[in-house]
């Protein structure tokens, strides 16, 4: 079975531009959540998706937005860059929350 | 809510054992996940432990307490490929993993 895959896999883009991450999951998981990880704070959680519906939510302002296909693919857009959003993106796939499967993530950096 | 605590960073010899611990605070405790993370790599999943007690895998063993919220992870003959992060992250049924902010395992010759 093929992994979780992410694209791009690194972007820059400098403050008040905005951008979309994709993710698309492992066949048969409907569940995709999305993972902020940086040095200073850890892996933070943003979102999940099931079944195109956004089921839980972490604790980001509303400049970090998501959607998920009917696929199960998954983006996930961040509007008015700010330099702190800096950061590893990570997305995972899953069945079950207590294993989730994570992609090799998309570097953002916001200049 | 949520707390979550795990050393920052643990140093250990090659081939020695070194234990990374884990206490948590959650409601609707199902049980505890163990991830390793390598410097620019992906998390991956080590293990899951939903009842007390030990659960080993080859050289990485896994324990819960769940009177006492707390777990460990064992990794036994450090190898210097075990030099990496390690997330614990207590599962609460049908919503997000914390992960916090992890134990950066260096292991030295």
């Known amino acids: 079975k093929a992994g979780v895959t992410q694209t791009p896999r690194y972007l820059i883009k400098t403050r008040g531009q905005q951008v979309t991450l994709s993710c698309s999951p492992i066949?048969?998981?409907?569940?995709v959540s999305w993972y902020q990880q940086t040095p200073g704070q850890g892996l933070q959680f943003l979102f999940e998706?099931?079944?195109?519906?956004?089921?839980n939510k972490g604790n980001f302002p509303g400049r970090f937005s998501g959607r998920q296909f009917s696929n199960s693919r998954s983006e996930m857009n961040v509007s008015t860059l700010e330099l702190g959003d800096s950061a590893l993106y990570l997305c995972?796939?899953?069945?079950?929350?207590?294993?989730?499967?994570f992609g090799p993530g998309t570097r953002l950096t916001v200049l | 809510g949520q707390s979550l605590e795990q050393p920052s960073e643990v140093t250990a010899v090659e081939g020695a054992i070194v234990q990374i611990n884990c206490t948590y605070q959650?409601?609707?405790?199902?049980?505890l996940s163990w991830y390793q993370q390598h410097d620019g790599g992906a998390p991956t999943f080590l293990s899951y432990n939903a009842l007390d007690g030990l659960e080993e895998t080859g050289r990485f063993s896994s324990f819960l307490s769940r009177s006492d919220s707390y777990g460990y992870l064992l990794l036994q003959e450090l190898q210097m490929k075990d030099s990496a992060s390690y997330f614990c992250?207590?599962?609460?049924?049908?919503?997000?993993?914390?992960f916090g902010k992890g134990t950066r395992l260096s292991v030295i010759a």
């Open positions: 992250a207590p599962y609460s049924g049908n919503t997000p993993l914390v």
């Open positions: 066949s048969g998981h409907r569940s």
């Open positions: 959650t409601s609707g405790f199902y049980g």
């Open positions: 995972a796939s899953s069945l079950d929350w207590n294993e989730q499967f």
């Open positions: 998706y099931f079944s195109e519906t956004q089921r």
